[in-house]
């Protein structure tokens, strides 16, 4: 896992919000991937959830209900428009979304992550193609510089299935609940209208604070005892 003292963003190729943010994100802070590590996230199969569970790690992500996925098909062509980027809404047919992000996995350790990112987001959201794809993932590596074999076969090496598992880790310790997520310091924002204040942070992060007297927490309390609320 990455070091708690990078700054993370969390991202996901099915996410269109995610798409938007981190295209936001690279418009504000040029040297963006300079600065911050990547760490995907997707929906795992069965054999990343199994090594998932071996390390005591779940999702904290839940499946949206229908009508929250109609409402986003509509706020997407919206903040699509105000970021003034093309869209085509995908169609997936039943996506395997181990297959691009592993490519993903794979392309980092080429040097050509940011290369297949941009590649697979051109492909997903101007074109509406479907990335969950052997065909599809070997067509984004060569336009990312990549031998397309490898990539397409990243699912097949259990060096970088096990990379997989590190990520999904990290966002269970996270505790990423939806994508995209930002972490710097003590500091979490998610959604696309968080870019703001990730970047404010990123640029003039908030001086630390000292740690509070041994045993103040136990006096005190702990100051959340409510129930989760039903608004998100």
Known sequence: MTPKTQPRVHFSFRSPFSW????VLRRRVPDLDDRVTFVPFWNPDAVTEAALQERGAELHYAQMSKAKHLYILHDTKRQAARVGVPMR??????????????AWLRARRAGRARQFYEAACAARWERGEDICTVEAVERIAREAGLDPGPAARATDDPLIRAEAVDCLEQAYHDDIFGIPYFRIGRHRFWGLDRVDDFVAELEHPTPVRRPAPAGAARRIG?????TAGGCG
């Open 222 to 226: 702990a100051y959340d005892t409510d």
């Open 89 to 102: 809404w995908p169609i997936d047919d039943d996506p395997w979304w181990e297959l691009p992000h592993l």
């Open 20 to 23: 938007l943010a981190i295209t």
